[in-house]
């Protein structure tokens, strides 16, 4: 397929290269140049603006946040306009619900084919091409955009018609592994403090009840306390919890989970520590029990 | 092994039973005596009274809380007094960290072996030996005990010589899973009020990163909210839950998660819901997010 | 003084006629215009346009939100090239602490005089004259414009140059309110639940150690559940309780309380309760105790 | 009257000492004796056992805790018993409801008076017999001993028969002061980190709606972050939160704000400042947002 791809960073560029790799005809855009002309050699076009990347079978926007993407649709680029009248935006950032559904209206207006699909998994999964990825929208589009998503993903997941649906379940999902952090944050606290060696503990739990990977990775990142380098940071974790709090409040949903994480996420950022894996939470923990912590780094 | 066994409740009588399948010689005892002579045609000696089931290599208590414990133990009945010197007593019911080691210290006094070995699994694991079991306590009584342990779960994990450490343990386990509880009622609270179906939701979860047989569980009867018949009650959960944040309190580890979990139980059970599953914690975020509940059971 | 005054609902009202009533020449200006007429009779010259109402010693914007703040001064409108070189823009409304400093800084960059001067009080005390107004900016402006500030409150407080911090502190101080609703909602509950009579705990506890009036005002309120009328409505609690949790995310200050109270304010307006008084989350912790409410308005 | 007088801690003390100024007959019981010797210069009678002060007209016990009390009733010392037929037992430490309901009982099944008569108060307000004092039980008795407390408070509130009411009304309204203490510490953080003076965000508060002593009181502790030397520790607030956390479990309430202090305090003594005035949960507020704070004391 012919493909635009804007947004080039940690997540992006592995992911424009698999779709090289799987033979797609990729034109990829970015701020920063040289992040683009690094896909040069592996064949891709770089568009010379946002535009020139507009006319594929289907724009891919993998941006950091809300405002990057509104920037590029609403204003001065208005790629609103500029996109092909046969191009399927495919979003795979993580964005609010609100602009999600802002850019499914105007997309519908202009008679152009929206698809959400945000993707779970860091940036060594989005590099072997082991994304999970949620997808909403018209189903026709998203057929089309399968092998796309093949390339990109171990297993993409179709929602339902209403593109916004697959932002509510990225956030939601989101908030789940966050609220493991927070739970595995206050467990070891209090198994660490009781004397009891962590990494004992940790072993119990994810060869027993809690095999997911998610407590695995994670676990071990607690266990041992390497926060650095980030997977994902503890600013952009804030970040998206912010979002589901934001899509729980537009819905009245109370999230007081939500609300504990943004709490600690809070703290460690006003501890100086957003630039520390989000899995630091779970040493506002330790400090809040009064533990040792290693905060050298 | 010649075994004695206090207990025979919900998951003290399939325990028990499958001590007999695995050809131990067992000797039973029930406060309400009809639980015990179940077991008679298996092959269970009935004792006549506590003491008398406390002379065997091993004696397993698997009552309900603190008190019934202590009552046995400290109580009329004195088993203290009554174990044979020989006797490991292996205490595998959910109690306080406090009491734990108050039956540490009191049996090292008395020259006798204590190992603590709390167990993971609903009826259904017990049943079908399928439990995970934490133990600690001397090494050699331990070893000395794993024919029984072998007949009872799927996995015996030995944490070290600190009796009470095994329901440190098993408190921090229970509070992970009750963080499960409360963060996937959460999520489908805010999932439902934005028109996704929650059963998809799960789908996706479970077959991506939750994969973890606590999320596959629990959020079928969340999805479906089939909080009727319960595995584990919401009173049940409650003590649990206080005797985490009770240890935790005596180490000054603060858990807010678990205070959290707390609160929505406590609601649960305000409202007349105590006697079902304890995962009807999703049930309050669903009723606070002004989600209709099928809360007629 | 000659003064200007935009936004004429249930607080802006009283208060442009306290100003007619203390001799100043009052230009009002209301999106639905029958409001300003009807103070015509009181002396006040109706406005044709905001712009209109923009030329004198001072303009007062007492005006819903954000949104109908930004609309006037950056929209259409445009009030800010529309304001005379001499004329004082005074913010009363509750704004975000991020408007307000965008206020501070277009005005400066223009050379206009701003101070910020929100308000505490309900209409009742705007009719009296009894608000207590928190300014902040330029001291000369702020002096400039003490006469109606001495017409509308029984108090103004000068908190120094940068107009921004008033925001904050009308933030900070709309939380405390709120805090105060939260506690006595759950004192109350627990009293009820013990079958203590909660008029007499709430006359014990304001003839004691919480004399100040909030809590006799909302004591009464919530012991006697009459949230209807309401003196601030349940959504308008929630918006303002947002943006103190917007200006505490913005400066890195977590604030749990203020979460919590979030969390109940959503809880009541996802059961349909958000035009009610913003007290009415002490029926949510009655609700979440069991207790029967008064649930029928 | 003739009383005795078992408790002669920080409140204890001062409160005999008030009684003895105000003519009564006192005799003083303190398990370190000397406190009791102090007291004899005054005119007390220093009791040989506690036994020995039970056969006045009343017997004030101000214990310092759950404990204390249970080993001087419950114990070998058996007060129970030792209490003469026309001494009404007046309880004013505070101690759990639940404590309070076997002491009631008890004392009900022996044929003897039963007073609950929690205080509120700081040590200075102790010695200048400014207390207020919330009684229960028996009318006739509480009006008997009417004399003692009009020698111990500036006010007497009689809240009704069921004596462990009392208890519950002294709980709820540490509760509502321990929320002030959380509430005025996060937004004294806010308007630190915001750049604003809080000695003048204080002045202003409590010039205008935060006029109840508690505020003024506190606040000015917070503001000054004089934490030390404490009006009433926070090891002992932790046991009054943990106390009236367990009350409302019992009868089923959820208080989340009760549960959010009690893990800002067990934060405060994992950092090792149990010592210092409990209203050093506002220091926790503004570790959390990475303010400095004064820790060296």
Redesign the interface.
């Known amino acids: 397929m012919n493909a635009g791809f804007i947004g080039l960073g940690n997540m992006g560029q592995p992911m424009a290269r698999n779709l090289l790799k799987a033979g797609h005809n990729v034109t990829v855009y970015n701020r920063t140049r040289i992040r683009a002309e690094e896909l040069r050699p592996e064949g891709a076009r770089v568009a010379e603006s946002a535009a020139d990347a507009c006319r594929g079978d289907a724009l891919i926007t993998m941006l950091a946040d809300d405002r990057a993407l509104e920037e590029i649709f609403f204003g001065a680029a208005n790629l609103v306009s500029a996109l092909g009248p046969n191009t399927v935006h495919i979003s795979m950032s993580t964005i609010s ?1 609100a602009l999600s559904r802002r850019l499914a209206e105007t997309h519908a207006k202009a008679g152009q084919a929206y698809v959400s699909a945000p993707v ?1 998994g860091r940036p060594d999964a989005a590099a072997a091409a082991k994304l ?1 990825i ?1 997808t909403a929208g018209a189903s026709e589009a998203i057929e089309r955009c399968r092998p796309l998503f093949d390339a990109l993903g171990q ?1 993409t ?1 179709v ?2 018609p ?1 593109a916004p ?1 697959a932002n ?2 990225k ?3 989101n ?3 966050a ?2 952090l ?3 944050g ?2 070891v ?3 660490r ?5 962590p990494a ?2 940790l072993d ?2 994810t ?9 695995k990775t994670y676990g071990a990142i607690i266990v041992q306390e390497k926060y650095h380098p980030p997977g994902f940071k503890a600013i952009l974790g ?1 970040k998206d919890v ?1 979002l ?1 709090l934001a ?3 537009a ?10 994480v ?3 996420l ?2 460690a ?4 520590q957003g630039d520390l894996d989000w899995s630091v939470v779970a040493r506002v ?1 330790a400090e ?3 533990l040792k912590t290693d905060a050298d780094y």
């Open positions: 619900v779970f999970f949620v297993k997941f929602l339902g209403d649906a509510v379940v956030l939601a999902g908030f789940l592994i609220s493991v927070e739970s595995l206050e467990a606290a209090l198994v403090k009781s004397g009891i060696d004992r503990f119990f739990l060869s027993s009840l809690f095999t997911a990977p998610v407590y804030l912010r589901a899509a729980a409040e819905a009245a949903v109370p999230m007081p989970l939500a609300s504990l943004r709490d600690h809070l703290t950022i006003a501890r100086g923990s809040n029990a009064g």
